[in-house]
C-alpha cells in the first residue's frame, strides 16, 4: 500500500478501505516514536468496534501505546503472525505491518480522517 493513498487518525493509525472493508496498522511516523517494539496485543475476530475505542495496544521498551479503531465496523480478520515479528513494523508497516481487518459498519467515520498531507503537518508539528 502506498502512503499517500490511505487516510490516517490523529492517534496515528492507517486505514486502507477496499470495498467496505478497512485493512488498519500503524504509521512509520508511530513505529519511529515508539523504538524497539517488545508486544502488540490484537482484537479478537468478530469484536464489534467504533471509531476512536481502543482495540489493542503496542507496547516498546519506553512505553505502552494504545491502539485505537479508525472506524466502526466488527473485525473479521487479525495478522496473527505481527506479535512475533513486529520487526515488519519498522521493515514494512503499509504491508507486512497491518493489523486487523475490519468489516466498515459506517463509512461516514472515515471522513473525519487526515489525508496524507494534513496527517504529515500533524506529525511535522507533534515532532
Not at 87 to 114: C, F, H, T
Not at 121 to 126: G, L, N, P, V, Y
Request: proline share 5%; glycine share 6%; net charge negative.
Amino acid at each position: 500500500m502506498n502512503p499517500e493513498e490511505l487516510l490516517y487518525a490523529e492517534t496515528h493509525e492507517w486505514v486502507s478501505l477496499d470495498d467496505g472493508v478497512a485493512t488498519v496498522g500503524i504509521s512509520a511516523f508511530a513505529v519511529e516514536q515508539l523504538n524497539d517494539l517488545v508486544y502488540m496485543d490484537l482484537p479478537a475476530v468478530g469484536a464489534k468496534l467504533s471509531a476512536g475505542e481502543e482495540f489493542g495496544e503496542v507496547e516498546s521498551v519506553k512505553a505502552v501505546s494504545p491502539l485505537y479503531s479508525p472506524v466502526d465496523g466488527e473485525v473479521i480478520a487479525v495478522n496473527e503472525a505481527l506479535p512475533e515479528n513486529l520487526d515488519w513494523l519498522s521493515e514494512d508497516p503499509y504491508r507486512l505491518g497491518w493489523i486487523m481487518k475490519a468489516q466498515v459498519d459506517n463509512e461516514d467515520a472515515l471522513r473525519s480522517l487526515l489525508d496524507y498531507a494534513a496527517y504529515q503537518r500533524q506529525c511535522s508539528e507533534s515532532a
